[in-house]
């Protein structure tokens, strides 16, 4: 019958924008029907976005489309349009904070295009290029809305998102039973649930959100199930409801193709976090990005590289994976063949000697090759990945 889209409806004091489509969804009426919840990550440089970045959308059906907008709209005035303009505060996330300006959409008669979904999670997005909706409401949460509709979902994984009963709203700690996350994060499809460094779970956000945890599969089932195992924790708080979203979580639809380059220079900066200098741009990775930023460490000047990563505003790559092509091998002296021992240089343009026998040779430099940390793909360590981002482990899954 038609998608219902939703943004913007989160500060980053409280609010989430999946519990209000989980609330919109419980107070509709018998002659509506749902199906095909998603939710949609956009781009992470976005300048106006809101805490977690997504966005939700669902498919809604009705003998009598009129029926539909008459429940949109008068949710929309009862429940949504007051968000418009909470702010909120929090220590640890520092950037510019933007009011709440939620938005709504219904497409029925026509789709956006998915080439409006491949922009919102690429680039930077203006209100002027939305396609126009058959029914709108709001401002700037027009925005993801409208691309949380216009998402394909032919690629994507699962989520299944619990939210604390509204008592507990606010409350930073979040009650999540332990051994029913070591049972869930053992099935075989969910992912990202726990961080085998820290031992620590990831499934709970931080912060005063409503959500109590969301937990991620590669198929719906799984994460239907594992939702179910942890609201059964004994250890685990009540919940308000959980609701499986497909979502493009772990998709890598955020980066463009990946880049062929060679390094022309490297510099290691503030905490280790390395810049290359490519014949294709400058590129970042970032100290928490760890293997990522090893492999970039040990590059040096005519390495040819694979890199996949988010183009700044600033038109710097922000590097998500890296992968070394082909090496270029360092230049040494050769050994003695009487002593192995590693000869030197008699000088500029000259031959090598052997400082213990003394023996020469006219060989200046011979190659000899370097060992890249990692062969394949590298990636950042769990807690330091974007949601978008799929495991470079995946690479082998059909
Ligand atoms: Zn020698």
Redesign the pocket.
């Known amino acids: 019958m038609g998608w219902l889209g939703l943004d913007d409806t989160d500060s980053l004091a409280a609010g989430c924008t999946t519990y209000s489509m989980h609330q919109l969804l419980q107070s509709l009426p018998n002659t509506i029907t749902h199906s095909s919840l998603r939710l949609v990550r956009l781009w992470p440089f976005a300048r106006q976005r809101t805490r977690g970045n997504a966005a939700v959308a669902v498919e809604l059906s009705c003998s009598n489309e009129s029926e539909i907008i008459e429940y949109l709209d008068s949710y929309w005035k009862a429940h949504l349009s007051g968000l418009k303009g909470e702010v909120g505060s929090s220590s640890h996330d520092e950037r510019e904070q933007f009011p709440a300006d939620p938005g709504m959409v219904w497409f029925s008669s026509k789709h956006p295009p998915s080439s409006f979904y491949t922009d919102a999670v690429r680039s930077e997005v203006s209100i002027e290029s939305v396609p126009s909706a058959d029914h709108s409401w709001g401002g700037h949460g027009r925005i993801g809305a409208t691309a949380a509709v216009a998402w394909s979902s032919q690629h994507c994984t699962w989520e299944a998102i619990a939210w604390r009963q509204s008592i507990r709203h606010g409350l930073l700690e979040r009650r999540v039973s332990a051994s029913a996350l070591q049972h869930v994060e053992a099935m075989e499809t969910t992912f990202l649930s726990r961080d085998p460094r820290h031992g620590r779970g990831l499934v709970s956000p931080r912060g005063p959100c409503p959500v109590l945890f969301g937990v991620r599969a590669r198929d719906a089932r799984t994460a239907l199930a594992a939702g179910e195992a942890l609201r059964r924790g004994s250890e685990t708080e009540a919940t308000e409801g959980m609701r499986v979203f497909a979502t493009n979580q772990a998709t890598d639809d955020h980066l463009p193709p990946t880049i062929h380059t060679t390094v022309l220079k490297t510099e290691v900066v503030a905490k280790g976090t390395c810049i290359l200098h490519t014949k294709h741009g400058t590129m970042l990775a970032f100290s928490e990005t760890g293997d990522v930023k090893n492999l970039a460490q040990w590059l040096i000047p005519g390495d040819e590289i694979e890199a996949r990563g988010l183009v700044h505003q600033s038109g710097v790559i922000h590097l998500e994976k890296l992968r070394v092509e082909r090496s270029v091998p360092h230049r040494i002296r050769p050994l ?6 590693r ?1 030197k240089s008699m000088g500029s343009g000259q031959g090598s000697r ?6 020469r040779t006219e060989v200046q430099l011979i190659d000899s090759p370097r060992t890249p940390p990692s062969r394949s793909w590298v990636q950042p360590p769990l807690d330091s990945r974007r949601h978008l981002a799929r495991p470079v482990e995946w690479d082998s899954l059909i």
């Open positions: 003695c063949q009487q002593c192995e021992v000869m052997c400082p213990k026998c003394k023996a």
